[in-house]
C-alpha cells in the first residue's frame, strides 16, 4: 500500500479508535441516566457525560485528523484502498462535509435555541398552549434551513437536503409519490374497515398484569426472536429504546403498563428487533467503524418488521399463545388464540401516534410530512400549524383533537428539526418489500410458528444487515429484492391482512 | 493570600477537579459493570474505565501538580492557608510519600503479583486447594513489605504501616491490647452461652419469602433510616455494596436469598449505613476534595452501627415488626415481636465470616489479625497457616473447618495484602463508645422506637460525620467521647446484650 495512504489511515483509525472510548463510556452515561441514575446527580452526570463527548469530539475535529480524511477522501480511486476503508472514508467526508462551514459560534447558537425549543416544546405541551412553543419553532425551521444551505454540496429545496441527512438519496418528490398512493389506497380501505360492523373482542386487553408476569413475557419474548443477552441487557425505562453501548453492548428498555400487557410485549419486540441489527452487523464493519451507517428508515424497517410482520402475524401469536396462558395464568383462559391475533390487530384511527396501530400509523406520518414539507416552503405559516394539523386529523383519520397537547404539540421532534418523520413509514414499506422476498426463498410462516427465529434472523444477516452499512437505501432495498423501491408491497399487505381480519 | 500559595492551589484545585470527572465516569461505567453490564462486553468495558482511571492518574501525577503540593505542604504553617486547604494538603502529601519512591517498573509489576494472586485465590477456593494460592500468597506478603519499607517514613514493624494505610495511626501493639481484652471476656461468654441451655425459635427465618416482598422491605428499611433516594440508587448484585460515585450520588445494593429474608433486610441496613456516612458529609468536605479521608474503621463502625446497634435492637425490631407483618402476610402471624428480636441475634458458632453474627464476629476477625501478624513477622510459616487457622477456630469457637475452602481460603483479602481485616472489628469497638456518647445527650431508644431518624442522624451528622475526614481514629474517637479508645464499651454491651438474651 501507498505509504502516505498508510499513513493517513493509521491517524484516522487510531483518533477514531480513540474517540470511541469516550464515546463508548459517554454512552454508558447515559444510559445509567435514563435508567437509575439519582435525580439529585443528573445535572453533574449531564456535565460529565458531555465533557466526555466534547474529547471525543475535539479529537475527530482535530487538524490532523480532517487532514487525513480528506487526503483520502482525494484517494478514494485509489487501487490500493481496502473497499470497506473507502466507505469509511466516504461515511467520514460525508459528515465533515455537512458542517465544514459551520462555525463554532454558529454551532453554539444553534444548541442553545434547540434547547431553549425544547424547553417551551415541554412547556407548551404541559399548557397545551401552541403560542409558547411557536416562537421556538419559527427559529427552529430557520436554523434547519440555514445549517444545509450554508453546506457546499446541496439541492435546491432545503427541506430535500433535511430528508438526505436522515434518509440518504429519499427526496420530497418520492415521499410525494409514495404517500400520495398510500393516500388513494389507505383512506378508502379504512372506509370500509369502518363500515364493516366487524366486532373485535378487547375486553381482556386491559385486564390487569404485573409487572413480575409482563418481565418475564418480554425476557420470554427476547429469547425467542434470539436476542443474544449475553452481548446485550435488557431494563425499564419511562419511554422505551435501545442504545448500542458497544460492539458486545446493545441495551432494550420496555415500560410496563399493568392494564395494557401487550404494549410492553410489541414494545419489547420492537427494541428487540432494532437490538438484532446491532447485535448482527457484519463483524468487519465493527471493524472499519461503518457499523452504524444502515439509515434511520433502515433501522425502522427492522424494528417493525419484527414487531409487526412477524410480531403481528397469525403463525407468530400461534407460536406465543400457550406461553403466554402460561406466563399470565388465567388471563387468557376464555381467550381463543384468534381473539388473541385479532386484538393485536385492532384498526381504530386515533390522535397520538405513539398509541396508533399498524394500519393506521402511516396516517399519522403522513400528516407531518405534510406538514413539514408546507411549513419549510412558506406555504404553511407557523401560526395555521395547528389548524392544519386537525383538519389533516379530521379529513384522514375522522377524528379531531380536542386540544394541541394532542394535537400539533404531541411529538419532541420538532425541538430539534425536520425530516425525521417520514424514515418511520418508509420502514414499513421497506420491511413489506423485503418480506416478499424472504417469503420466495425460505418458508417465512412456518419459521416462526416453530419459533426458528435462528433461521429468519441468518436471512435477514445475509440479506437486509449485510450491506445496510454501504449502499443508500434506495440501493439498499434493489440490492435485497432487485426491484426499485415501492410503497406497493406494504399497501397490499394492509388490504391482504386487514381485508382479511375485517371480512372485505 | 501570598500569590504564590494561591497559585499553588488554584493548580491544585484545577487538577483535582478535572480527575475528578474522569473517576466520576469511572465510577459509573464500575458501577454499570457490577449491576448491568453484559457478560459479553465487561472486557471491553474494563478497558474503558482503566483508561478514564490512568487519564485522571495521569493528572495527579503530572509535576506541574506534584510541585504544587509539595510547595503548599512546605508552607503548611502559612497563616494564611485555610485550614480545609491544609488538610486537602497534607492528604494529598501523605498519598504522595506512600508511593514516591515506587517507580512505575515497580508498580507494574506489584500489579502483575496482585492480578495472578486474585485469579490464583479464586482457582486455589473452587478446588480447596491452598497449594494453588500459596506461592502467590508468599509474593504478595513479599511485595506487602517491599512496598512500606520503600518509603522515608516508616515504622520499625512494616505490619504496622499496613494497618496504618487502613486505620491511620493504629498499631499492632493497640491491637493486641484490645483484642487480647476481647479474648479474654468473649470466650469465657461465649462458653455461658453455649452452656445455657436457652433455645431460641429460628423455624420462621428459611420460610419463603419472594424477591418482590423483600425488595419492598428493603425500600421501607431505607427510608426508615431516612437514606436520600435522590442522592442514591438502589438495586441488586451478588455481593451486596455501596459506592460513592459522586457528591449527590451515593448508591446502594443489596442481594435477596428467597430462604432468607432477613439476610437482605441487615445486608441493606448495612449498607444504607455506609449510604449515610456519604450523604450526610460536611460540604464544605466535598468543596475540599476531603470529603473521602475517614478511615475503614470509621466506615465499618457507622454501616455497623445501623446494622447492629440500632437495627438489632428491641427498639427498632418494636418499630419495624408491625411493617414486616404488613409486607411478609402471613410470614410472621406466629412470630411474636420477641422472637423476632431474639432470632436476629442468635448466637452460633462458625466457620464462614461473612455469615457469622453480631457476638462470634469479632473472633473471625482476631484470627484473621493473629495470623497476619504472625505471618508478615515470620513466627507463622507460608505452608502452617492453614493448619494455625483451622486450630484458632477450634480454640476460640470451638469449630473446626472440614477445608480450606471454608477456612484459610474463605476471603479475598490477602490476595492484594494485609492489615484491612481489623478495621472491621474496630468499627464495633468504635460505635459502642459514640453510642454510649449518644445515650447521654439524646433517648435513643425513644428516638428509634419512634422512627425519628432525622434526629438520630442529626446527631451522627453533628458528632461523628463531622470531623472524620480530619481527625485520625484516635483523634476522632476521643473528639467525640472525651475518652481514650478502649474496648470496653463494645465488651460491655455484648455482656449486657447477649447476657440479657441468654438469661446469664
New interface residues.
Partial sequence: MNEIIEKNLKTVYETLDKAN?YY??AG??N??ME???????ME??G???A??STEGYKLIKSDEFVDAVLYLHGHLDDAELDPLDAELVKSLYRDYAKIKNLTPELNHEFDLIRNKAYIDWVNAKQSSDYSVFAPSLEKIKEISIKEVTLRDEKSDVPYDDMLDDYERGVTSADLDEAFGQCKERLIPLLEKIKASGKVIRRDFMSRTVSD?AQKNMAKYLLDTIRY??????F?TTEHPFTTD?????V?VTTHYYPNSFTSSMYSIIHEGGHALFGQLQPAEHHDHHIDNEMTMGMHESVSRFYENRIGRSRPFISLIYPKAKEIFPGLLDDVTEEELYEAVNIVEPSLIRTESDEFTYTFHIIIRYEIERMFMSGEAKLEDLPRIWNDKYEKYLGVRPADDKEGVLQDVHWSFGFGYFPTYALGNMYNAMYFNRMKDEIPVDAIVSSGDFDRLNGWMKDNVFAKANILTPKEWIKDITGRDFTPVDFLDYLEEKYGGIYGL
Same sequence: chains 1, 2.
Fill in positions: 472510548i463508548h463510556a454508558v452515561l444510559f445509567d435508567t437509575i441514575c439519582p435525580p439529585g446527580a453533574k452526570q456535565e460529565t457525560t465533557f466526555l413480575e443474544d443477552f449475553n452481548r446485550g441487557a431494563t453501548i458497544a460492539r458486545d453492548d441495551r
